[in-house]
Structures are given as structure tokens and as C-alpha cells.
Nanobody, 121 residues
Framework: QVQLVESGGGLVQPGGSLRLSCAASGSIFSINVMGWYRQAPGQQRELVAAVISSGSTNYVDSVKDRFIISRDNDKNTVYLQMNSLKPEDTAIYYC???????????????WGQGTQVTVSS
């Protein structure tokens, strides 16, 4: 009922920047949360950043002061500006949203397909 399409991943050198985008579509009544998880090979998936409806944001400690999450409510789109990238940021990044559809009275979690970010010399 909700589809998330990510873009902006790629290969970048250490110290470089990338901007990820994720657009939500479908029978969306409201969006409570949008954010990004990431998963490196052989590692557990972790929450990178999220923004809630009030505009408040949170980040995993390892990306604080380097990444910025933002949201365009009119476009149902979330962005992740990633600066000063490090090799340990290499992972598949997944967009998520907690959204209410026309069929539900409570929010549900939806996941994007993932986009690869590789930080390497």
C-alpha cells in the first residue's frame, strides 16, 4: 500500500559526500516517521537517522555532526545528506516510513528496497 523508492547511492571516496532521497507513494493518509537504516555485509541492520512529524530528528552516534536528515512533507520525501564519509559507512541504506493508509487506523512500518553506498579509495 506504501511504496518507497530510494536513489542517490553510489561509490564515493573517503571524505566525500552523497545525498540519498526516498519518495513515498501509495494510499497514504499520514506519515508519522521517515528515516534510514543501513546494513553492512555480515552486520546487523541499524537505524542511522529518523525524523518524526514534529520535525525532531535523531541519529546514531557514529554519524552525528556528519549526516543530516530532512523531510519534504508536501512530496512525502526524505533525504539523507551524508558528509565526511568514512569506509565504515559502507552499507546498503534502506528507507523506512511509519505511515497510516486508508485501510488502517494505526501506523505500519514500510521498507524500501535499499540503495548501495560504498566509501572507498
Amino acid at each position: 500500500q506504501v511504496q518507497l523508492v530510494e536513489s542517490g547511492g553510489g561509490l564515493v571516496q573517503p571524505g566525500g559526500s552523497l545525498r540519498l532521497s526516498c519518495a513515498a507513494s501509495g494510499s497514504i493518509f499520514s506519515i508519522n516517521v521517515m528515516g534510514w537504516y543501513r546494513q553492512a555485509p555480515g552486520q546487523q541492520r541499524e537505524l542511522v537517522a529518523a525524523v518524526i512529524s514534529s520535525g525532531s530528528t535523531n541519529y546514531v552516534d557514529s554519524v552525528k555532526d556528519r549526516f543530516i536528515i530532512s523531510r519534504d512533507n508536501d512530496k512525502n520525501t526524505v533525504y539523507l545528506q551524508m558528509n565526511s564519509l568514512k569506509p565504515e559507512d559502507t552499507a546498503i541504506y534502506y528507507c523506512i516510513t511509519d505511515a497510516v493508509t486508508g485501510r488502517d487506523t494505526r501506523p505500519r512500518r514500510y521498507w524500501g528496497q535499499g540503495t548501495q553506498v560504498t566509501v572507498s579509495s
